[in-house]
């Protein structure tokens, strides 16, 4: 995946999207409360204008990486706990080109079945996550997007 697309793809999930009272629903209080500083009401749930923003989150990455904090596996980079010399890959299949990448397998291995491949995961709106990615990409402005 690309990094910039995994990256959106924590923040709607993880951030965006926390459960009340999560690990990621204390780190996103936390976001909001040190980039705005603003005092976050002890509510279960996070109203909406406090849920930090794509830049802010951003923002709070980068500042933790300069203080060489270990980051959140969800946004840290692949290579970092993904090791692919460990493993003897042969293929590479990607989620948003999952039904080709089966059908491929398949094929390789002369397997007869039809599997019916159901994405669980995918977008509600329809839009492509390379779409998504940029929009969310255009928040960051030209600075903060090339650190």
């Known amino acids: 995946m690309n ?3 995994r990256l959106v793809s924590a923040y709607k999930d993880k951030i965006f999207g926390a459960l009340p009272g999560s ?3 204390k780190m996103r209080r936390k976001i909001t409360q040190e980039y705005r500083h603003v005092n976050i009401p002890r509510s279960r749930k996070l109203q909406p204008e ?3 923003s794509f830049k802010e989150f951003v923002q709070y990455i980068l500042d933790e990486n300069s203080k ?3 980051p959140e596996m ?3 980079p692949v290579y970092s706990f993904c090791n692919p010399c460990q493993v003897n890959l042969n293929l590479i299949a990607k989620f948003e080109t999952l039904s ?3 059908e491929n397998v ?3 291995i002369k397997a007869t079945e039809n599997l019916n491949v159901e994405k669980k995961n995918s977008a509600k709106d329809g839009k492509s996550s390379h779409k998504v990615t940029k929009m969310y990409l255009k928040e960051l402005g ?3 997007y090339e650190k």
């Open 23 to 25: 690990f990621h629903d």
């Open 100 to 102: 080709a990448d089966t």
């Open 50 to 52: 406090l849920i930090p």
């Open 142 to 144: 030209k600075e903060l």
């Open 106 to 108: 398949l094929s390789k």
């Open 74 to 76: 969800h946004w840290a």
């Open 3 to 5: 990094p910039f697309e």
């Open 68 to 70: 060489q904090n270990t």
